[in-house]
């Protein structure tokens, strides 16, 4: 059974860049036809999608957020990583990460089928 887990900081001052990890296991990053994903939810508020990355490397962010988003990978230890540079309190939220299988990549949030546990990220100075 496919894993994933998040880690990283848990504070990020304004306007630094934050950095998260999701390490998978039970799958490859690398497998095809599954992708990637980063999800995130401010506090009250529901899930936004932020991007994913294909089995290719391929990488698609959200529109909102593409200027600031960049999704890289360590395919030799299953791994992949969210940076959101220039953050604001409004950044604050439980960051997720997932698994999209391919028929489903346009359904984006309602379409993945393993989440990890998520991780709280408070941006305050």
């Known amino acids: 059974q496919v894993q994933l887990q998040e880690s990283g900081p848990g504070l990020v001052k304004p306007p630094q860049t934050l950095s998260l990890t999701c390490i998978v296991s039970?799958?490859?990053?690398?497998?095809?036809?599954?992708?990637w994903s980063w999800i995130r939810q401010p506090p009250g508020k529901g899930l936004e999608w932020i991007g994913y990355?294909?089995?290719?490397?391929?990488?698609y962010y959200s529109p909102s957020l593409k200027t600031r988003t960049s999704i890289a990978r360590d395919t030799s230890n299953d791994q992949f990583s969210l940076q959101l540079s220039s953050v604001t309190p409004e950044d604050t939220a439980v960051y997720y990460c997932?698994?999209?299988?391919?028929?489903?990549?346009?359904?984006?949030?309602?379409?993945?089928?393993?989440w990890g546990k998520g991780t709280l990220v408070t941006v305050s100075s």
């Open positions: 997932a698994r999209v299988p391919y028929n489903s990549r346009y359904a984006l949030i309602s379409g993945m089928d393993y």
């Open positions: 039970g799958g490859s990053i690398t497998t095809d036809y599954y992708y």
């Open positions: 990355m294909a089995w290719s490397g391929n990488t």
